[in-house]
């Protein structure tokens, strides 16, 4: 199994839609939660960090935790184009070193 | 958050030889990382490089292969040795920010292709 698993994809959305991102990770004693957005041919973008259960807002994003059910999701609300990418969830088990997804490629069709 | 910068952005080595990529920061880091991402892949955590003490290497990395230097708070080397098309990848560095509650940031990667 491993530790954390995205669906692959292409998640494909309507421009203006909401985009849906889920991820799951296997070790309980994981701390802390990152999404990154990653552009063809360019380094990982930080968007959201999250740390505790709940929600957390930032503009167009919200990140979503649910630690019992070991389950980080990202939501993009009023997809765009320009949203299209890869994203990346990111696990911290303790360490302060990353384990990262597979990555979801998301495609935001105008 | 801090400027990341990385030198050479890109290179191509022939099989045997070795490179040395450079991560600078443009404020002072206690922790900075080093990973690696393959063709079409995820990232993968090489090591971990603090000042002042040994880089600590993830399973399947060794420090012979991949030797690490953390000479100050805000500059990291990372030496690939003995190249293989199979090093070929984009090789990232990312510092650790905040207090508490901590951020990563990648720097923009250096692209490297061994023939």
């Known amino acids: 199994q491993k530790e954390v698993e995205q669906n692959s994809g292409p998640l494909s959305v309507p421009e203006g839609a909401i985009a849906s991102l889920n991820c799951t990770y296997s070790?309980?004693?994981?701390?802390?939660f990152f999404w990154y957005r990653q552009y063809s041919g360019k380094s990982p973008e930080l968007i959201m960090s999250?740390?505790?259960?709940g929600d957390k807002e930032d503009g167009r994003f919200t990140a979503q935790l649910n630690k019992a059910s070991q389950y980080v999701s990202l939501l993009i609300r009023d997809s765009q184009p320009s949203d299209s990418a890869t994203y990346l969830c990111?696990?911290?088990?303790?360490?302060?070193?990353?384990?990262f997804g597979s990555g979801t490629r998301l495609q935001v069709q105008p | 958050s801090a400027v990341i910068s990385q030198k050479p952005s890109r290179d191509i080595c022939q099989r045997g030889t070795s490179l040395t990529i450079q991560c600078q920061v443009d404020?002072?880091?206690?922790?900075m990382f080093w990973y690696r991402q393959q063709p079409g892949q995820s990232l993968t955590l090489i090591a971990t490089?603090?000042?002042?003490?040994?880089?600590?290497?993830e399973s399947g990395f060794v420090i012979d292969k991949f030797p690490i230097s953390r000479p100050n708070l805000t500059f990291s080397t990372l030496t690939v040795s003995n190249m293989s098309p199979e090093d070929s990848s984009i090789y990232l560095c990312?510092?650790?920010?905040?207090?508490?509650?901590?951020?990563?940031?990648f720097g923009p990667g250096t692209r490297l292709t061994v023939t």
């Open positions: 990312s510092v650790e920010e905040g207090a508490g509650d901590y951020e990563q940031y």
């Open positions: 070790d309980r004693g994981s701390q802390s």
């Open positions: 999250i740390y505790s259960n």
């Open positions: 990111a696990v911290d088990t303790g360490r302060r070193a990353l384990t």
């Open positions: 404020s002072q880091v206690t922790m």
């Open positions: 490089a603090n000042q002042g003490s040994e880089a600590t290497y």
